[in-house]
Nanobody
Framework: QVQLVESGGGLVQAGGSLRLSCAASGRTFRAYAMGWFRQAPGKEREFVAAVSWSGDNTYYADSVKGRFTISRDDAKNTVYLQMNSLKPEDTAVYYC???????????????WGQGTQVTVSS
């Protein structure tokens, strides 16, 4: 399997920024689409962002468009989520995910990280 480890979560004030990182190991990172999901208490897990295996295409949930940016660094086997203009409703556990196809990643990823907490104070 692919192992995914997130980092960079924490407590920030509304309007602030945070960058999450996800380090991958195991199978070849280059061949996988990567993405981020989040889950708030009492809410279902929701898709946040994804980047294709080539890095050429990115996808975002409507709620984060214009504020979040996903990117990948294949040399470091790492995917990032830059979060700007954070809102209290962004508070959630954020999970890194990987899959062989970008479309499938958005609904049922093959691999998951352990999650990292992001809390945005109002």
């Amino acid at each position: 399997q692919v192992q995914l480890v997130e980092s960079g979560g924490g407590l920030v004030q509304a309007g602030g920024s945070l960058r999450l990182s996800c380090a991958a190991s195991g199978r070849t990172f280059r061949a996988y689409a990567m993405g981020w999901f989040r889950q708030a208490p009492g809410k279902e897990r929701e898709f946040v962002a994804a980047v294709s295996w080539s890095g050429d295409n990115t996808y975002y949930a409507d709620s984060v468009k214009g504020r979040f940016t996903i990117s990948r660094d294949d040399a470091k086997n790492t995917v990032y989520l830059q979060m700007n203009s954070l809102k209290p409703e962004d508070t959630a556990v954020y999970y890194c995910a990987a899959d062989g196809r970008t479309a499938r990643l958005r609904v049922d990823p093959d691999y998951w990280g352990q999650g990292t907490q992001v809390t945005v104070s109002s």
